[in-house]
């Protein structure tokens, strides 16, 4: 990226055109809020379309699911919401050995990655946002007045502001701040999840309940040995279907991230032999074709903005899995947006705030990410157990569940919406 030639005193254009990389849940969010402020937002996503399925994910406490209403798309949640994922953990026999409740992972609302995806999709395009998919940016070029943008495929544009929503390993985050080597940080572990077929002997019974389209079957099943766990879920939305879900302990590992060839090797290497229904799992991944596989792994960015640029979501501060990075990131974007349209004619200082108001929060919810591996797949014989027993005390199980909802707390400022022709966000 090179250097802007803004001249010290001189007057700043409003921000106007904002280009967001990245359309999984932080990138629409945020397009949604710019939209509805009067901003005019594009969104680049490398995918062709939007993901579909995905793990579920949770929002807790009353801070996130004010700012949900505030976007008008909690009803909609609520309607799409799964009911909980109970978690259990049973010996290689089959025999429980812990069971957490759905409220453990499941917070106050719990949905589909893939249905929040689309819901904040249309939400933002019926408030403006254009789309650009199968497409990531190569150059960003700060200037004076702008960031001068090229393409993989498409022709150049000039935006006035730059977002990088666009996850831990974020594009724009490598383009304007250095490689991903400067900010993300290797905890242990590697995950990795897919959708096989719901076989009977899988043991995912799925009792739809009428009238609430809700899954109330067994959640996840899982069993682990030291430095492993391997589990399966029924599809809450499809019967005959499930999930699976690997983590296991391991250095950082040298593999080429876009070969799913690659990530299925590694989890057979380090599955082979498990018993339980391991066997099984590792069978469907040779037709698995929405394999997900990464480290867990934790991104720090010194700081979240840089001139006319700005890291959203996981791309600034985020955790793989178990940081709540989720609901993190749509109070980011809830934030970002009302800062831009507070101060249309100074991104400077718009960023500086939005950073101020939730840096501590979102590292606070990062440290979740830090633990998640050793909760999920424990060292040792003597971690299993002592995971097992004290989870097991519903006192224990009790503290836990209020503390984490008690962290999400925040005061946050109120950002009316304005419309599209308000003096504040034109050009000057």
Not at 324 to 347: C, F, K, N, W
Not at 352 to 377: H, V
Not at 392 to 397: I, N
Request: charged share 20%; glycine share 12%; aromatic share 6%.
């Amino acid at each position: 990226m090179t250097a802007p030639s803004e001249q010290t005193g001189s007057p700043r254009p409003a921000a106007r055109t904002v280009l967001i990389s990245g359309a999984g849940v932080a990138g629409p969010a945020l397009a949604h809020r710019l939209g509805r402020h009067g901003l005019r937002p594009t969104v680049v996503e490398v995918a062709p379309a939007l993901r579909p399925g995905g793990q579920a994910i949770d929002f807790r406490g009353e801070t996130q699911l004010r700012i949900l209403r505030r976007m008008g798309i909690l009803d909609e949640l609520h309607r799409v919401r799964t009911g909980g994922s109970p978690m259990t953990f049973v010996d290689a026999g089959g025999r429980e050995l812990l069971h957490l409740p759905a409220e453990f992972a499941g917070g106050d609302i719990e949905v589909l990655r893939g249905d929040l995806s689309r819901i904040l999709y249309e939400a933002s395009l019926a408030a403006g946002a254009e789309y650009l998919f199968g497409d990531s940016l190569t150059s960003l070029t700060e200037t004076a007045t702008g960031v001068d943008v090229t393409f993989r495929h498409g022709p150049p544009r000039t935006f006035d502001l730059v977002i990088g929503a666009d996850g831990l390993h974020s594009n724009v985050r490598r383009l304007a701040f250095g490689p991903d080597a400067d900010h993300v940080t290797h905890l242990g572990h590697y995950a990795a999840t897919w959708s096989l077929p719901n076989h009977p002997d899988l043991g995912l019974g799925l009792d739809l309940r009428p009238g609430t389209g809700t899954g109330a079957g067994t959640g996840s099943i899982g069993h682990n040995t030291p430095g492993r766990l391997a589990s399966v879920a029924a599809d809450r939305t499809d019967p005959a279907r499930a999930r699976a879900f690997l983590v296991f302990a391991s250095p950082e590992l040298a593999y080429d991230r876009h070969d799913p060839e690659a990530h299925k090797r590694l989890l057979r290497g380090a599955f082979a032999g498990l018993p339980w229904k391991v066997d099984r799992l590792l069978d469907s991944l040779g037709t698995a074709d929405d394999l997900y596989f990464d480290s867990i792994s934790r991104a720090d960015a010194p700081a979240w903005s840089t001139g006319r640029i700005a890291l959203l979501g996981d791309a600034a501060c985020g955790a793989t899995i178990g940081g709540m990075g989720t609901g993190t990131a749509i109070l980011g974007a809830y934030v970002l947006a009302g800062e831009l349209s507070r101060s249309p004619g100074d991104h400077r200082a718009a960023f500086a705030r939005y950073e101020s108001l939730l840096r501590a929060y979102a590292q606070d919810r990062q440290k979740g990410g830090d633990r998640t591996g050793r909760f999920l797949a424990p060292s040792s014989k003597l971690g299993l157990r002592l995971r097992n027993t004290l989870l097991g005390r519903r006192r224990v199980l009790a503290w836990m569940l209020k503390a984490a909802k008690d962290g999400t707390a925040l005061a946050l400022p109120d950002y009316p919406d304005r419309p599209a022709n308000s003096p504040s966000t034109q050009m000057h």
